[in-house]
């Protein structure tokens, strides 16, 4: 039997807010083990929440980016369970009154245009971290009270391809709006990946496994390739799948049985007594929307009306804010914007990646790029020449200009000085000039790389071809 892949995301995003949700204690990552908490998120009796207005509205901004309604009123909601990881014994989140509703995340497969359907967008205070010892176990409570969205999808997704490019595109709208540093070494972003099978061509849902925190988008694409085969072996084999909470074994590229899936009835979710209802005025939601900053898929098509780029290389370029930033600061200025995001798509990011460092921390500044392409454009430099130019301005932060005139690596476009060359050359080689002679037009390939030799790779080549033809 052929079975079809169903697949819905949970992706829990920390906002980019000094302190916590519902109290003034810090967010800041790394610190020592509880250093950063407070009576009210360690949920001592008689505290009370406050909320955190930023936090509010980013996950406003959040809903309003992706086409959301936000909700005329909300509420908080708490939702019980006893673990070590969460001190109040109850986590303060959203059930049935989230602040958005709907929206879609835009997604594109080998070339083709896709949205997936969001479900809602919900704020939601994090929990602690256990921290497990050779003897004993400790939690830290850090993380208890940091502010998250919960952005949850329909079930649109229909493979594990199509679930990395989802969250690429997620991450990306996120960091436009500068809502999160999407970090997922720090935990920034993290995902639950709910996965079932049923047969093509019915509608009704097969049972589902979720997948829970996973930390990278490598191992989702890992965790549901892994899933989706595990679930069809059992359906083939007669049996019947098990609505369970399961976790990935990086290690062992394989998913574990955690626990069986809770419902909503288990968590005995009801209003937060603490908190008043939310409702956030029209002119405020208004204000955010008109200020919404420019997001990347509407920035990639942009970039290929005013910069001439392909879409390949306009959605290399816009996949990240800085990098973004970073070709058009010098795309304005530039004569030949298409040359300079090559420079900066090809050996800028390559010596990026090899060095570890990102675009913002580059030792080589656009208007150094700019400069560069400038030199190959008037001839001064051969594009060979550039990438030698290249590395010295990677390695030691020199201007092009600066490079060129100290190594004495100007290309040599005088004709009168290579005619000389030239003709040397001809004389030193007559088999090859009898070659070409005789009809074997191949054969000043190589007398142009005589002369490229003798002058060292200095000389223009088009410059030369042009001459050694005249000569023969």
Same mark, same amino acid.
């Not at 929990?127 to 949850?152: C, M, Q």
């Not at 049985?257 to 208004?286: G, N, Q, T």
């Not at 390559?350 to 150094?368: F, H, M, T």
């Given at each position: ?152 999808? $329909? #079930? +649109? !997704? ?6 990395? &490019?989802?969250?690429?595109? =997620? /991450?990306?709208? *996120?960091?436009? %709006? ?93 209003? $937060? #007594? +603490? !908190? ?6 029209? &002119?405020?939601?208004?204000? =955010? /929307?008109?200020? *919404?900053?420019? %997001? ?110 100290? /190594? ?65």
């Amino acid at each position: 039997m052929l079975y079809e892949t169903v697949i819905g995301l949970e992706v829990h995003v920390q906002l980019k807010t000094a302190s916590k949700l519902f109290c003034g204690c810090s967010t800041q990552f790394g610190a020592l083990p509880n250093t950063q908490v407070c009576p009210v998120c360690l949920g001592f009796p008689g505290t009370l929440p406050v909320l955190n207005e930023k936090a509010l509205t980013y996950a406003v901004m959040t809903g309003l980016a992706l086409g959301s309604e936000i909700a005329k009123e909300s509420k908080f909601d708490r939702k019980n369970y006893f673990y070590p990881d969460l001190p109040k014994a109850y986590q303060i989140s959203q059930y049935d009154k989230p602040i958005c509703v709907g929206g879609e995340v835009p997604v594109d497969i080998d070339g083709i245009k896709k949205s997936i359907r969001l479900t809602r967008i919900h704020l939601e205070e994090d929990a602690g971290k256990l921290v497990h010892f050779t003897r004993d176990s400790g939690v830290d409570y850090n993380r208890g009270g940091v502010p998250l969205v919960e952005i949850v999808s $329909e #079930p +649109d !997704l229909r493979s594990p391809k199509e679930a990395y &490019e989802y969250l690429r595109s =997620l /991450k990306s709208i *996120l960091e436009y %709006l500068d809502v999160s540093d999407c970090n997922m070494e720090e935990g920034s972003l993290r995902c639950d990946a709910n996965v079932s099978l049923r047969p093509v061509g019915t509608e009704a849902f097969g049972t589902k496994a979720e997948i829970k925190n996973l930390n990278s988008f490598r191992n989702v694409e890992k965790a549901i390739i892994y899933e989706i085969e595990r679930q069809k072996k059992i359906l083939e084999d007669g049996g019947r799948i098990i609505q369970e909470t399961r976790l990935w074994d990086q290690d062992q590229s394989l998913t574990r049985s955690m626990r069986s899936k809770e419902e909503a009835h288990d968590y005995r979710y009801f209003p $937060e #007594p +603490d !908190l008043v209802a939310i409702s956030i005025p029209l &002119e405020k939601i208004e204000f =955010l /929307k008109k200020n *919404l900053p420019e %997001l990347p898929h509407i920035r990639c098509d942009r970039f290929m009306k005013e910069y001439g780029l392909s879409q390949y290389d306009a959605e290399v370029l816009t996949a990240e804010k800085n990098l973004a930033d970073f070709f058009e600061k010098g795309a304005h200025c530039s004569k030949n914007a298409k040359a300079l995001g090559n420079w900066i798509m090809g050996d800028l990011m390559r010596e990026l990646k090899l060095k570890n460092l990102n675009i913002s921390q580059s030792p080589v500044s656009v208007d150094a790029l700019i400069e560069l392409v400038e030199l190959i454009e008037v001839g001064k430099i051969s594009g060979k020449m550039a990438k030698d130019v290249f590395m010295n301005m990677f390695g030691e932060g020199q201007s092009p200009k600066d490079i060129v005139q100290s /190594k004495g690596l100007s290309q040599l476009s005088d004709a009168s000085e290579l005619e000389s060359v030239v003709k040397k050359v001809i004389q030193e080689n007559p088999k090859s000039v009898e070659d070409y002679r005789s009809g074997k037009k191949n054969a000043i390939t190589y007398l142009v790389g005589q002369v490229m030799k003798v002058t060292k790779g200095r000389a223009n080549p088009k410059l030369v071809n042009e001459l050694l033809e005249k000569e023969l």
